[in-house]
């Protein structure tokens, strides 16, 4: 149990585009979404936490007219890197927990995204 | 601030021992964590452990923790191949909604 799942796995795209990447929970509700990006060699950093039907809570130093995140169902949340820039080439990882504490998170196993 | 800190690689011979250390600052921590992450891949939840025990054993893997020192350690019994990965201490308390993760330990294992 407690499978989250990433979409898309890795994507490529251009400068300027925007690039939409999905986390489910395959079999529990998650009340609580995070969100993490990690630069090669480096730790997780956590972007935003995100709590189904409210706006999400950015971390000190997100742009968060740049990273979207919706987070519409228990089930679904998403996060939408707008007007993507060669700077935002990372590894994409999110997490999930059943209550609004974040003390047990069960990720997702990322998304890499390159911006030419 | 919080902060969590473990050094960035430690090279074992397969069937040794591993031996992952790490330190933290925030005494109120209530959950400390392990994770290993392999090449490309999300992080998986090894053990954690909770700030009012010692020592937390599973097959293989050995948590001890130090709360007066601030100080959590890993050991991997019989190191194997397989073994190979980052891993990542972090730590959490109830009233916080965000885990604060290490820098990792890259673990590699030869012959």
């Known amino acids: 149990g407690a499978v989250v799942s990433q979409h898309p796995s890795w994507v490529i795209c251009k400068s300027g585009t925007s690039v939409k990447i999905e986390c489910r929970s395959l079999?529990?509700?998650?009340?609580?979404m995070f969100w993490y990006r990690q630069f090669p060699k480096q730790s997780l950093m956590l972007m935003a936490t995100?709590?189904?039907?409210?706006?999400?809570?950015?971390e000190q130093g997100v742009e968060k007219d740049k990273f979207l995140i919706n987070h519409a169902s228990l089930t679904l949340s998403t996060l939408t890197v707008t007007s993507a820039h060669p700077e935002d080439s990372s590894f994409y990882i999110c997490?999930?927990?059943?209550?609004?504490?974040?003390?047990?998170?069960?990720f997702g196993p990322g998304t890499r995204l390159t911006v030419l | 601030g919080e902060d969590v800190e473990q050094s960035l690689f430690l090279s074992v011979r397969e069937g040794d021992s591993s031996v992952i250390n790490c330190t933290y600052t925030?005494?109120?921590?209530?959950?400390l964590y392990w994770y290993k992450q392999e090449p490309g891949a999300g992080l998986q939840l090894l053990t954690y452990?909770?700030?009012?025990?010692d020592m937390k054993q599973d097959q293989r893997l050995t948590v001890l923790l130090n709360k007066k020192d601030k100080h959590l350690s890993l050991r991997i019994a019989d190191t194997q191949t397989g073994d190979s990965a980052i891993y990542f201490c972090?730590?959490?308390?109830?009233?916080?909604?965000?885990?604060?993760f290490g820098s990792g330990t890259r673990l590699s294992i030869r012959p």
């Open positions: 452990i909770f700030s009012n025990m």
């Open positions: 995100s709590n189904e039907g409210s706006k999400a809570t950015y």
């Open positions: 972090a730590e959490t308390h109830s009233s916080a909604s965000k885990i604060i």
């Open positions: 079999d529990f509700q998650a009340t609580t």
């Open positions: 997490s999930a927990s059943h209550g609004t504490s974040g003390t047990e998170q069960f």
């Open positions: 925030d005494s109120s921590s209530t959950y």
